[in-house]
């Protein structure tokens, strides 16, 4: 299995532009999760999927984001317009339901975002 | 307060030594702790995974969970320079629809 996947890997951008990030889950999982880290902050879960339907959106931070899952194999996360305070690693993860060790997460490289 | 407390370090250790690293926690909730390890520029990776108290050892590698004081740890033995990488916990509750709540992460350098 190929993981998960995002692109782009590295995104330079200025402040006012729209950036979209891209994920394509684990073949097979149900759970999607996209995170923000920063040293600041940590990592912050922002928005998580269930079958494509979105369960909880509290840690979006402003309506400038917003995240779409079309289908099971591709989400996107949308930031429009961009600022420099969403500079970040925005990482996307995905899991299988179910008990023990399916609480599992599988994280994907990451898309480095810097806005100028 | 945060619900999961980690002190982010750096923790800088000569090959070789024993490596603790700690959460705490507020929300008695949590059943499911886990330890995921971070290499630089790339995402975090599951090291190990408890469920409610107890210990569990893989190889070089313990985690311990202690509910009744909300804490808990990783052991790392016999520490080498490739386990140099960011450390984070994160614990869920027993109910499907609960989030996975991350810690700061402890930065650890292991020096040949």
């Known amino acids: 299995d190929a993981g998960v996947i995002q692109s782009p890997r590295h995104e330079v951008t200025e402040m006012g532009q729209e950036v979209t990030l891209r994920c394509k889950p684990i073949s097979g999982h149900d759970y999607l999760f996209w995170y923000r880290q920063t040293m600041m902050r940590g990592l912050e879960l922002l928005i998580y999927?269930?079958?494509?339907?979105?369960?909880?959106d509290s840690g979006m931070p402003e309506d400038r984001f917003s995240a779409k899952m079309p289908n099971a194999s591709f989400s996107t996360l949308k930031i429009q317009p961009s600022e420099p305070r969403d500079s970040a690693v925005y990482f996307c993860?995905?899991?299988?339901?179910?008990?023990?060790?399916?609480?599992?997460?599988?994280f994907g490289p990451g898309t480095r975002l810097l806005v100028l | 307060q945060k619900e999961v407390e980690q002190d982010p370090g750096p923790l800088s250790v000569p090959e070789g030594a024993i490596v603790s690293l700690n959460c705490t926690y507020s929300?008695?909730?949590?059943?499911?702790f886990m330890w995921y390890r971070q290499y630089s520029r790339k995402g975090p990776e599951l090291l190990m995974y408890?469920?409610?108290?107890g210990n569990k050892e893989d190889g070089r590698f313990t985690a311990q969970v202690d509910k009744s004081s909300k804490y808990i740890s990783l052991f790392i033995r016999d520490s080498q320079p490739s386990d140099s990488a960011t450390y984070l916990c994160a614990m869920k509750g027993n109910t499907g629809g609960f989030k996975t709540i991350f810690g700061a992460g402890t930065r650890l350098f292991v020096k040949a």
């Open positions: 999927f269930n079958n494509n339907v979105p369960i909880d």
């Open positions: 408890t469920y409610s108290s």
């Open positions: 929300n008695s909730a949590f059943q499911y």
């Open positions: 993860a995905s899991r299988l339901s179910g008990t023990g060790s399916r609480e599992t997460q599988y």
